[in-house]
């Protein structure tokens, strides 16, 4: 059984490995993504904030609209935990469905990027590596795949190392090459089994649940492109935002949903006050696009266990709750199947290489 589950555990890392090397690096890369847009485009994210404070959310979405004419407002995310970050925005052209993306000054209404497709940046490029390999729906599918056999892999390995404590501390540098990688393996293995598991699971939650919804809904997830405004340009955002205050109190929006398609909403994404482990997302309130009037609110507090537990997956998947200790430490964290892969490919490598034992007249 032993031997058998050894040949199961090598072979799944060596059909893993390559990928699990690629997600590794970039999302250890993609947890300082902040700091990475800092330092290649500070132009694009930064700016300085103004004593008088943000303009009114009305006066900006007008500001968008007149500087972007033929473009519509898709999506508008807000950073209240950094005032010197811009905000950043979804764009669609009229007449094509292609998402694009641009940042706004909330101080002074100034445009700062002209609206590009994600990717044409660094961190946008990293982050489509490391959720598709560039391969639309394929490739959210096979990385979600590669989370799975993480999954597996963790699994398989603390079983295979189950009474690891006797020897994890000890690398036998006198020894072989092979033994000396085993050793290196089996450490790197033991100390971030939990935080592979935690990786493997919610990105492979995320990307087949994508991928189960996207054949259950027809294959069909491309919005119409607009070709009108969706909502009133009478449309009072600042009312909104306080009447959203009332709905579900302490509330913070962090993300505001443009209608995309006749009919549609406009929808208020943020938190309201509870778990440090709560997703900026998890909470709703949704207005008549036309109107303005109230339509549903939905507390993530009034939600089932399951629910507010892959609400958590956010922030536990970048580690984002609790500051720059957490981001380090999530960072380097993220080498670890990389490292695994590059190990126990060298440790296969090695075996094979071993002369055979010579039979005896």
Not at 135 to 146: E, N, P, Q, R, T
Not at 183 to 206: E, P, Q, R, Y
Not at 335 to 360: D, E, N, Q, T
């Amino acid at each position: 059984m032993r031997k058998r589950l050894w040949q199961f555990h090598s072979w799944l890392g060596l059909v893993a490995g390559l990928g699990l090397v690629v997600i590794g690096l970039t999302g250890s890369l993609l947890v300082f993504h902040d700091e990475i847009d800092v330092l290649l485009d500070p132009a694009l994210v930064r700016v300085v904030p103004s004593p008088g404070g943000r303009l009114p959310a009305t006066r900006l979405a007008a500001s968008i609209n007149h500087q972007l004419p033929g473009y519509e407002i898709a999506g508008w995310g807000i950073d209240h935990d950094d005032p010197a970050h811009a905000d950043f925005l979804y764009i669609r052209r009229h007449g094509s469905a292609k998402w694009l993306v641009s940042s706004v000054n909330p101080y002074t209404g100034q445009i700062l990027s002209s609206p590009h497709d994600g990717t044409s940046t660094f961190t946008g490029w990293l982050l489509e590596l490391h959720y598709a390999f560039f391969g639309d729906h394929l490739g959210i599918f096979i990385v979600g795949l590669f989370g799975t056999l993480l999954c597996l892999l963790g699994v398989s390995g603390v079983w295979l190392y189950r009474c690891f404590w006797k020897h994890l501390f000890t690398l036998r540098w006198g020894r072989s090459t092979r033994i000396l990688f085993s050793d290196i393996h089996k450490f790197i293995g033991i100390t971030s089994v939990a935080f592979n598991l935690l990786l493997g699971f919610t990105g492979a939650w995320w990307n087949l649940s994508h991928i189960v919804e996207h054949w259950t809904t027809g294959g069909d997830d491309e919005r119409p492109a607009p070709t009108v405004r969706l909502y009133s340009d009478t449309l009072d955002f600042d009312s909104i935002l306080v009447d959203s205050t009332t709905r579900l109190p302490g509330f913070k929006v962090n993300y505001l949903d443009f209608p995309v398609e006749a009919g549609s909403p406009f929808t208020l994404y943020g938190q309201t006050p509870g778990s440090f482990l709560s997703g900026p997302y998890g909470s709703t309130v949704s207005y008549d696009a036309h109107t303005g009037e109230f339509r549903a609110a939905s507390d993530l507090k009034q939600s089932g266990q399951w629910t507010r537990a892959v609400d958590a997956f956010t922030p536990l998947h970048y580690g984002t709750f609790g500051g720059l200790p957490v981001k380090i430490l999530w960072s380097l964290g993220g080498l670890a199947p990389g490292l695994l892969a590059i190990s126990g490919f060298l440790m296969w490598f090695h075996r094979r290489r071993r002369p055979p034992v010579p039979i005896k007249s």
